[in-house]
């Protein structure tokens, strides 16, 4: 298929089905050059295998797609010369130092010998791993192993780098330093689509994010549009008796698509406006519910995908 130039990635009615399971159902994306792109969907919608397809990996039961220009059926030698992919769990030798998995892949990609350790010691600088470069990888850090990785995927730096689940299983400091590296990987030109189970993380790197559910596109846009479709904010409700959640829920689901903390002790509904929320309290507190707080405010990336697809976004399964 035919590519705008300003776009790394487009592809039109794109569809996988592993037996009688669709897994990506006709999906249309525009990606467009030195952009970070999320896509989120719950367990089993087809992130993993959408990615897999465009890095080659799979071919595609149907549909067209063109990564920097090359046409994903017709030229897959192409794609994958301009690409890069790392996936949820890191594909290095433990047995190895940081520095040895670097030249031992700068070699495979064609490095001699000077070379390849000129370019393992680049990077290892460059992902703030210089002083462990001579350490098993087995020795290592979440962090850390996530960090090499990623190095791993640049020896040769790619117009597009797929991420699956970058930061999954990494604590808080670890996750923001991944965070940094993505951004300046994105401020340097490189394309970057990945996937993510954390709202959160969509909503701080994301130039755009596409929401899957069920091998289908269900929403695209700007964090800002997506949270413009579930309204103008959103009423936090905490009942004083635990015993009278039930209740509470089911005269808030009346309204909205009711979603509970992950303590199960608050509930959040979406509202149109603070008329909207006086009102929905008025009616809760007449019904006999206890209220021992509540809140309006902006609504979350994580309510805003509880609201598009009915459940909360999970880890996809490969």
Known sequence: MSQPPDLA???????????????????????????????????????????????????PDGGSASVMGHDLRADPDAVRGVIAMTGQFASLDEDLTGRENLVMLSRLWGFAGRAARDRATDLLAAFDLA?????????????????????????????????????????????????????QLAASGVTILLTTQY????????????????????????????????????LHVTPSDPGQLEAAEAMLATTGPVQRSAEGATLSVPVQDAASAHDLLARLIASGVEVADFSMGQPSLEEVFFALTGAPPEEETA
């Open 131 to 183: 002083d462990a470069g001579n350490r098993q990888v087995n020795t290592y850090s979440g962090g850390m192993r996530r960090r090499l990785d990623i190095a791993a995927s640049l020896i040769v730096t790619p117009g597009v780098l797929f991420l699956d689940e970058p930061t999954t299983g990494l604590d808080p400091t670890a996750r923001q330093s991944v965070w940094r590296l993505i951004r």
């Open 9 to 59: 990635i487009s592809t039109r009615g794109l569809t996988r089905s592993f037996g009688p399971v669709k897994a990506v159902a006709g999906i249309d994306l525009d990606v467009p050059k030195g952009m970070i792109f999320a896509v989120l969907g719950p367990n089993g919608a087809g992130k993993t295998t959408l990615l897999r397809m465009l890095a080659t990996l799979l071919p």
């Open 199 to 234: 709202l959160e993380e969509a909503d701080q790197l994301a130039a755009r994010i596409a929401v899957i559910d069920k091998g289908r596109k269900i929403a695209e846009g700007t964090s800002r549009q997506l949270k413009a479709q579930t309204g103008s904010g959103v």
